[in-house]
């Protein structure tokens, strides 16, 4: 079955660190352009970052930069994203994706995904 999985998310202080995991089955990961959306409440969704299948480019929303990290192991088929000094209104489900095209536009990642995982919840505590 293709389908991707997230975890890792939780309720952090703000200033703190996160690590999202996000594991992939069906498909190699390595193929395809990995990215991390969010969806703060009452807001629409916005990719964070992305992972390009060619040269392993990282890009990354201008609100993102400096702090979040996209990463993948292609032996376990999994994405990560490593969140340092996270904000209050960085709270918002993360949504691991998978597919093609991905840019920044506008200062924020686009893509045309092919397959969402379903979430995981992030909430940044005071």
């Known amino acids: 079955e293709v389908q991707l999985v997230e975890s890792g998310g939780g309720l952090v202080q703000a200033g703190g660190s996160l690590i999202l995991s996000c594991a992939a089955s069906?498909?190699?990961?390595?193929?395809?352009?990995l990215a991390w959306f969010r969806q703060a409440p009452g807001k629409e969704r916005e990719g964070v970052a992305c992972?390009?299948?060619?040269?392993?480019?990282?890009l990354y929303a201008e609100a993102v930069k400096g702090r979040l990290t996209i990463s993948r192991d292609t032996v376990k088929k999994t994405v990560f994203l490593q969140m340092n000094a996270l904000k209050l209104e960085e709270t918002a489900v993360y949504f691991c994706?998978?597919?093609?095209?991905?840019?920044?536009?506008?200062?924020?990642?686009?893509?045309?995904?092919?397959?969402w995982g379903k979430g995981t919840p992030v909430t940044v505590a005071s």
């Open positions: 069906g498909f190699d990961v390595d193929m395809y352009d």
């Open positions: 994706a998978v597919g093609a095209a991905c840019v920044v536009r506008e200062n924020v990642v686009t893509a045309s995904v092919d397959l």
């Open positions: 992972l390009k299948a060619r040269y392993g480019v990282e």
